[in-house]
């Protein structure tokens, strides 16, 4: 799978292997049982958009640019919906929620917008 797709990276494999943890991290995290936690109102969206935001800025160091970076955007979005639709009609203790899928999808965007700066070989210049 490093071929193509990933960056030349020193240690190609460690990187996807986790990033593929991060995302079953958040798939997890998001079908799971809310932690008792105060958090502001609308406070949850700022952490659905700095976790994709995350997911997809760490796309942009493993992948390389092209189809394999779209392919990983379109595909963060994707499970970021899916995980709504998922919560809504697995769970009982979530709920289905359009503006945190909003919130999602911004933060890939925020995050994937990172390929458009110096940090997009951040990874690879340190000798990942």
Not at 68 to 77: F, K, R, S, Y
Request: with cysteine; net charge positive.
């Amino acid at each position: 799978m490093s071929g193509p797709l990933l960056k030349p990276l020193r240690r190609p494999h460690l990187w996807l292997g986790l990033w593929l943890l991060a995302l079953a991290v958040v798939c997890v995290a998001s079908l799971t049982p809310p932690p008792p936690m105060d958090i502001p109102k609308h406070g949850d969206k700022v952490e659905h958009l700095l976790a994709y935001a995350v997911l997809a800025a760490a796309a942009v160091q493993g992948f390389r640019p092209g189809r394999a970076l779209w392919i990983a955007g379109i595909g963060l979005v994707l499970m970021g919906v899916g995980l709504e639709i998922a919560q809504g009609a697995l769970t009982r203790t979530r709920m289905a929620d359009p503006a945190d899928a909003l919130a999602n999808t911004a933060g890939v965007l925020l995050g994937m917008a990172s390929a458009a700066t110096g940090l997009r070989d951040l990874l690879l210049r340190r000798g990942g």
